[in-house]
């Protein structure tokens, strides 16, 4: 019978330490969703000032839509943002 117990306590650890690895993954794309997210915030009011400054009026806003982009795509996200409203000036 304590074979039994000394086993399950050993499944219960082993299950116990990849619950553990998975979630430090999560945790780290997380995180990096986050700060993609907010540079990319930033870069968006950058370049709106900088075109602003050129005298071009093209904007994107700042919604949860171009964060979730910017967020999950990255430098990629951000040049289709303003490829779409590029394109929408032509």
């Known amino acids: 019978m304590e074979k039994y117990y000394g086993a399950a306590v050993i499944a219960v650890l082993c299950v116990l330490i990849l619950f553990i690895g998975a ?3 999560k945790a780290e794309a997380l995180t990096t969703f986050v700060l993609r ?15 602003k400054n050129q005298g071009i009026d093209v904007a994107a806003g700042i919604n949860p839509v171009t964060v979730l982009t910017v967020g ?5 996200g951000f040049a289709l943002i303003y490829g779409i409203l590029f394109y929408r000036l032509l």
């Open 23 to 25: 979630m430090k993954q």
């Open 37 to 51: 997210g907010f540079v990319g915030a930033v870069g968006i009011c950058a370049v709106n000032e900088i075109l």
């Open 72 to 76: 999950t795509l990255g430098i990629s």
